[in-house]
């Protein structure tokens, strides 16, 4: 499944700051055009952090809603496989729409709830809210009410679906070589806020391409994987033709941010993931990390998401080091966001006979609903 333990814990440190850096990277330049965005800040765009203002909290290297879900994607895993331990079931995918229902209450209250269960969402400086999607806002007062674990109700494909859905990608491989199950769930867990099929399609396609390079794949190879294992799905062709759109532009030589508006504006899924990949095929080496999530946040559209999921899939391919320091150390939730990496990383990769010792402790940190 992977090279090592330690590599796959340092994939997943990479992938979660860096998906943070580049949604704080593009937080204070979503909505303004390319044009405006490099008069400001340069040809190619942002390459440090700008001031931003949520609400009544301002500050520079915050994240939006696209890192706070990704971390309640992570949790929700974790808590998934601590119940299918202890009670001998299955995964559950119904887990990590509960750990969606604790997002939440960040967005809608102003401070956890006196029986909220688990750490992440005890996290005051969570509570705030972040520019949240009216999609996922609505689907999950649904899913709050009556419709718990019920695909939502509406046609949306928004970029919401998948930049939430790399933590998918290190699920291990139950069942070899029949591994759909994990890809499935990152689908399963997309349909909970979008119901049109390309969003739960993109966010397959980001597990997919995170999965391959975890396996030790190349980043061309790992898309291309990912392009052929959604061909034979119903429905794909409007998240393999934008991927494939992604790669050809990528190798027809020059970098340009209107090769990026090309691919559109990022506001719907198969967009962002295609903005995504392109960027980081045309900055792929460990010291162009920055180059590349600039480019990914750097055009007319919603440069948050597509610098998250750019920063997701290079974070995964080059680990936490290829960060610098001066943007990992500063960006905001950076103690939480390594404590769910290594956390997930022990969840997957323990010798079973010391962590279940200590289940009760293990649960009481990631209690399995």
């Not at 808590?79 to 299918?84: F, G, I, K, L």
């Amino acid at each position: 499944m992977f090279e090592s333990p330690t590599r796959y814990a340092d994939r997943i440190r990479g992938c979660l700051i860096a998906g943070a850096v580049g949604d704080a990277l593009g937080a204070p330049v979503e909505f303004m055009s390319g044009d405006d965005i490099e008069r400001r800040y340069g040809a190619g765009g942002p390459r440090d952090f700008i001031p931003v203002r949520f609400g009544s909290v301002q500050g520079v290297g915050l994240i939006t809603d696209d890192t706070q879900m990704t971390m309640f994607s992570v949790e929700g895993i974790i808590r998934a496989s601590v119940r299918a331990r202890q009670r001998g079931l299955g995964f559950t995918v119904g887990v990590v729409q509960h750990a969606y229902l604790r997002w939440l209450d960040t967005q809608l209250l102003p401070a956890p709830p006196p029986d909220v269960d688990g750490w992440l969402a005890q996290e005051r400086w969570l509570f705030s809210r972040r520019a949240p999607g009216t999609t996922c806002l609505s689907a999950l007062d649904a899913a709050n009410r009556d419709q718990f674990g019920e695909a939502a109700v509406n046609n949306s494909k928004g970029c919401g679906a998948v930049m939430r859905s790399a933590p998918f990608g290190f699920l291990p491989v139950w069942d070899p070589p029949e591994d759909e199950f994990r890809f499935e769930c990152a689908a399963t867990a997309a349909g909970y806020t979008h119901g049109h099929p390309t969003g739960q399609l993109a966010a397959r396609g980001l597990a997919y391409i995170i999965a391959a390079i975890v396996a030790g794949a190349t980043l061309p190879d790992a898309i291309d994987v990912a392009i052929r294992r959604l061909d034979v799905l119903p429905r794909s062709a409007e998240t393999t033709t934008a991927l494939r759109q992604a790669v050809a532009l990528a190798h027809d030589g020059e970098v340009s941010r209107q090769a990026v508006e090309s691919l559109g504006g990022g506001w719907v899924a198969e967009e962002a993931l295609a903005i995504a990949v392109y960027c980081a095929l045309s900055r792929a080496e460990p010291a162009q990390l920055v180059d590349a999530l600039a480019l990914a946040v750097t055009h007319s559209g919603d440069s948050d998401s597509t610098g998250a999921i750019c920063g997701n899939i290079l974070g995964t391919l080059h680990g936490e080091a290829a960060v610098p320091t001066h943007l990992s150390e500063r960006v905001e939730g950076r103690d939480a966001l390594l404590t769910l990496a290594d956390d997930m990383a022990t969840e997957f990769t323990h010798s079973p006979d010391a962590q279940d010792a200590d289940l009760e402790a293990w649960w009481h940190r990631y209690p399995g609903w």
